[in-house]
């Protein structure tokens, strides 16, 4: 992995990781289709300053193809509002530190998922996979595990926030990312109205009142850290970056710690340890295997 795209991951994972305490302060005003639907629409106008910029750079360049974009910009942004939604549905009957636990279960998603679209995996990555999972446990759990309604549906959300990662690694490389994310952010806010309006009742008050929250979540949770996976994910293994985003979970915890004044418990920071282990071992560069032709030539070379 490039250096430039493990710190645009990790970037994505630091803003989405502080977005968890502007999104608890913002829904206690607002409801959560409410919440996701404005902050989509803000993360999707936030973009189109750069987009209008982009066109002028080009000059005559060879436009992106527009069937592919808008096509990726459907996908992504169906399978963001359906995860999305589920987190929040599941989070209403789950404690936090378990839903946080049950979502981050993508980083073994992703690379099991990636089998069945051929995609190669070392086992370097599953061992910091394993490591990852276990310091996620750590992390988050602090109750007995059993399963109930709620861990279903968040269940159901890991599996398509990892469907997620899978079709940005397809898309990103065949289409302009900030146009991708763009289009991803106005059909997830537009998808979102929808049971905005049916099931909440949005008011211009309860916005105002949380005005800040959906600013972070809006400009910097959606416009700029979704807009930065997609480009950090480009030519990068999926399940590499599964892993860098599920820092979101340990950065959430210390974000918790710093702004809120939450105490962090022995439990809870060798968690953290055991992730940033984790993510270390996956950057490892491994030993490149020598070519018959490179082995020939270096013999060759030692028998002149």
């Not at 963001?80 to 979502?103: E, M, N, R, W």
């Not at 070392?122 to 061992?127: D, E, P, Y």
């Not at 269940?155 to 289409?175: E, N, Q, T």
């Not at 974000?255 to 939450?262: M, R, T």
């Amino acid at each position: 992995m490039k250096t430039k795209n493990a710190c645009m991951l990790l970037l994505t994972a630091a803003i989405w990781g502080f977005a968890f305490v502007a999104q608890s302060v913002g829904m206690d005003y607002l409801g959560p289709f409410t919440f996701n639907a404005v902050r989509s629409l803000i993360g999707g106008i936030t973009l189109l300053p750069f987009i209008a910029l982009s066109r002028t750079k080009e000059d005559g360049k060879k436009a992106p193809r527009s069937r592919t974009l808008w096509l990726g910009g459907l996908c992504c942004g169906t399978l963001l509002f359906a995860a999305s939604s589920l987190q929040q549905i599941g989070i209403q009957y789950t404690a936090a530190g378990k839903a946080g636990f049950i979502t981050a279960c993508y980083i073994v998603l992703v690379p099991v998922f990636g089998i069945l679209l051929k995609k190669k995996t070392g086992l370097k990555v599953w061992a910091a996979v394993v490591i990852a999972l276990a310091g996620l446990y750590f992390l988050c759990m602090t109750e007995k595990f059993t399963v109930g309604k709620g861990d279903v549906y968040l269940f159901l959300g890991a599996v398509l926030f990892a469907l997620h990662i899978l079709v940005i690694d397809y898309f990103s490389p065949r289409a302009d990312g900030v146009r991708l994310a763009c289009i991803q952010f106005f059909v997830c806010g537009i998808l979102s109205a929808a049971p905005m309006f049916l099931l909440e009742t949005p008011k211009v008050s309860g916005i105002m009142q949380s005005w800040l929250p959906i600013l972070y979540a809006g400009v910097l949770s959606c416009g700029v850290a979704y807009t930065l996976q997609i480009l950090g994910q480009k030519n990068v293994n999926p399940a590499v970056a599964s892993l860098i985003l599920s820092l979101e979970s340990c950065i959430s915890v210390l974000a918790g710690f710093i702004i809120l004044g939450e105490k962090l418990s022995v439990r809870e920071l060798s968690g953290c340890v055991l992730m940033f282990g984790a993510i270390i071992l996956a950057q490892i560069p491994e030993k490149k295997k020598k070519t018959l032709q490179e082995a020939g030539n270096e013999e060759s070379a030692y028998s002149s």
